[in-house]
């Protein structure tokens, strides 16, 4: 397992789009350095802005798409979680909650799978406190930069990344997000994007549709079609 993690922080103020000229060709060097190391190994992306960048990795190394993919829904779905336990003063172990898309402005919060001790978030907040939520989880990235000041997120990120790694070095068939390569599920085909998957020693074994309500479906659609304009535009940085 390699995890590459190179690349520029955001600072206060900035997107994670801001970093895709300088991070692209450091990315590039160092996945095709992979490509040349360490050819069988399964790639965890974890630079940012992150769905282009593991679109950028794969093609850099040439590798087979199940043995690339990114680490962003992981910590996406953390913070949402995090958010509705605060917002209900609840242990964070008793909420379960999903977020896929983007690792951006795309990113797609299920509210429709988020439980609080096993009862559907809308029996316990309106739907204008969980769109609040919704908000506060794309913007997650942001908040924790303007607190840092100096740089972004690391901590949460890097748990994620291990957890991943884990599953493949284990083999566990662990279903947890993250961004995978798509070809057909949700009718979309050709990008990487945020969607929950099976992880095992050979990368990802399975991209798996969640059950989404219309308009989360509508939702992830838009970011898909996001996400494939930027990631066509990464091949020739």
Known sequence: VVIITAGLPRKPGMSRMDLIGV??????????????HSPNAVLIVVSNPLDEMTALAQIATKFPYQRVMG?????????FTHFVAEKLNVPVASVKTLTLGSHGETMVPIPSRCTVDGAALSTKLSDSEIQELVTRTRN??????ALLKTGSAYYAPSAAAARMAKAVIQDSGEVMPVCAWVDGQYSISGV????EAQIGRGGISKVIESDLTASELAELKV?????RAKQADVKDL
């Open 223 to 227: 970011a898909a079609e996001a996400v």
């Open 192 to 195: 990487y994007l945020g969607v």
């Open 23 to 36: 991070n692209a060709g450091i990315v590039r060097g160092v996945a095709e350095n992979i490509a040349k």
């Open 140 to 145: 997650g990235g942001a908040e924790v930069v």
């Open 71 to 79: 680490q962003a829904g992981m910590l996406d779905t953390a913070r």
